[in-house]
């Protein structure tokens, strides 16, 4: 088909779109056509911007590196993350879930510890926090045998893969649920931090006059054969960003009860007040369990 005028451009787009032998990605084609089209001609887009806006994907395919990955980062800050995430679980986005976004820190081959020990593995001051979990389908039956990967900020807002005062691996680590569906530990308790602003996603947060920062939550990323992979956030409810999230994160049914206590711990004398506590409880949805691709090494 040859073109004569801008109208033009579109339907023979999408014609050869048509031609595309897998349905699905025929249909993800033609609807990504037509959309971004309509884009182009809704903000009547100019070579200009068009120039610069390939320019700044070019630069974000160069960020990925093993320990950042800037197109994660960009989905999370335009709400893409959070929407997929939604629509996706919780009966297809028409009830609560505690599925949630994976970020860009998740790390394969988290060591394995047992129920109630630790996952601090270097000098990491910071408020006790003993978490106490339960993992359950939809109906309220335990999950039994679930792989259980935890990992979270330290008390100064870095990743240990961020951070070289950290050791290896720390604030990292993989449970077994037991017969009950619990699972339980000790680590410290975390805090907000901000996104890199280095970056594409810092200038773009800049140029908006938004703020970097996630408030403090707990990541888990639960494996059980027979339920799909439940990836979740547990959010403390008194961070100052809770409602400001600047990846569009937290949900209610995320918000977690991470309480303070003043005396001395009941069973660890060590323990010097205050620390805190977090009850929660994951619920696992039916699915294949097929794990995500680690956005690091």
């Known amino acids: 088909m040859l073109i004569e005028r801008q109208e033009d451009v579109t339907p023979a787009v999408l014609e050869v779109m048509g031609r595309t032998r897998d349905p699905r990605l025929r249909e993800i084609m033609t609807s990504l056509v037509k959309h971004l089209h309509g884009f182009v001609r809704d903000v009547r887009l100019t070579e200009a911007e068009f120039r610069e806006a390939t320019a700044i994907l070019n ?169 799909k992979v439940l990836i979740s956030q547990v959010y403390d409810p008194h961070d100052p960003h809770i409602d400001t999230d600047v990846q569009f994160g937290v949900t209610k049914a995320l918000i977690g009860d991470f309480i303070r206590h003043d005396e001395p711990h009941p069973t660890y004398p060590d323990v010097a007040a205050p620390w805190y506590s977090l009850d929660y409880v994951y619920v696992m949805e039916p699915g294949e369990a097929i794990l995500p691709r680690a956005p690091i090494k």
């Not at 990955?69 to 893409?80: D, K, Q, R």
């Not at 679930?146 to 290896?168: F, M, R």
Request: with cysteine.
């Open 59 to 227: 630069e974000m395919g160069k960020l990925a590196s093993d320990t950042h990955n800037e197109m994660v980062l960009m989905a999370g800050s335009l709400g893409v993350s959070s929407l997929v995430c939604l629509l996706n679980n919780g009966d297809n986005g028409n009830t609560e879930t505690s599925q949630s976004l994976l970020g860009p820190f998740w790390r394969l081959n988290s060591p394995a510890v047992p129920n109630g020990g630790t996952i601090i593995r270097s000098d990491t001051p910071g408020d006790p926090l003993f978490v106490n979990a339960r993992v359950q389908d939809a109906a309220g039956n335990p999950v039994v045998g679930a792989e259980v990967d935890v990992w979270h900020a330290s008390p100064v807002g870095l990743y240990e893969n961020q951070d070289p005062e950290q050791a290896e691996m720390n604030l990292r680590g993989k449970f077994t649920t037991d017969e009950d569906g619990r699972f339980w530990f000790r680590t410290v308790k975390m805090v907000g931090y901000p996104i890199p602003t280095d970056t594409v996603v810092g200038r773009l947060l800049k140029a908006q006059d938004r703020h970097p920062y996630r408030p403090a939550h707990l990541h888990a990323l639960i494996y059980k054969p027979g339920f």
